[in-house]
């Protein structure tokens, strides 16, 4: 059975700090995604991660893939409170356009 | 503008009725998706199409339907099956990269 597991589930951290935020996964893929979802709304797309190594950036945030390690990583630089929102990892492990599989998410709290 | 418009977006159903939530695409995207969301969970996939007139079941088909009969639609029946419909019901279709697309999503609720 797949299982992708995000780690922490929640954080609450200080603004100014770095944070990484962790994501594993159980079976091969080439292919993850990060989402962001503000309460009560929908996710919005953060990174497309494709290969192995890929490193993407936008502002305070940056992710990484290893898929050798079945591990994504979702870096905070400098926290703002702007960034406070639920973080979701998904991977694609059906193959084509099977959909993808979310880990439970991250509630990230970012206080002044 | 193009995206994903799902309706309505509250939802209020009464035990026993069947209710029909809307999901129209200008994308024009092969592949859609129906997913639920839980409070503090992640998201599951109900139902998914990657082409007109054919659909294949997730992980938690059990008392939902849907239909394709059109590439821009996708709408998804909760039946009166579905023992615990009250959910955050998203969705979405697939771009080129394998990245999904999500719409503003409908919350229903039973009552």
């Known amino acids: 059975e797949l299982k992708v597991e995000q780690n922490p589930l929640f954080l609450s951290m200080q603004e100014g700090k770095n944070y990484t935020i962790y994501c594993n996964y159980s079976?091969?893929?080439?292919?993850l995604y990060w989402y962001r979802q503000d309460p009560g709304k929908s996710l919005e797309s953060l990174f497309v991660?494709?290969?192995?190594?890929a490193v993407k950036q936008e502002g305070r945030l940056m992710a990484s893939l290893d898929t050798k390690a079945r591990l994504s990583t979702l870096h905070i630089t400098a926290a703002v409170h702007d960034l406070s929102a639920t973080y979701f990892c998904?991977?694609?492990?059906?193959?084509?356009?099977?959909?993808?599989?979310f880990g439970k998410g991250t509630h990230l709290i970012i206080q002044p | 503008d193009g995206g994903i418009t799902q309706s309505p977006k509250y939802l209020f159903r009464k035990e026993g009725q069947n209710v029909t939530l809307s999901c129209e695409q200008n994308?024009?995207?092969?592949?859609m998706y129906w997913y639920r969301q839980d409070p503090g969970q992640g998201l599951r996939l109900i139902y998914y199409?990657?082409?007109?007139?054919?659909?294949q079941k997730g992980d938690i088909a059990e008392g939902y339907s849907v239909s394709r009969e059109k590439k821009e639609s996708f709408p998804l029946t909760v039946t009166s099956a579905q023992k615990n419909p009250t959910a955050f019901y998203l969705c979405?279709?697939?771009?080129?990269?394998?990245?999904?697309?999500f719409g503003e999503g409908s919350r229903l609720t039973v009552l």
């Open positions: 998904a991977v694609d492990v059906r193959g084509g356009a099977d959909g993808l599989t």
């Open positions: 979405a279709s697939m771009g080129d990269g394998g990245e999904l697309f």
């Open positions: 994308l024009n995207h092969d592949a």
């Open positions: 991660l494709l290969s192995n190594g």
């Open positions: 199409s990657q082409i007109v007139n054919d659909f």
């Open positions: 079976t091969t893929s080439d292919r």
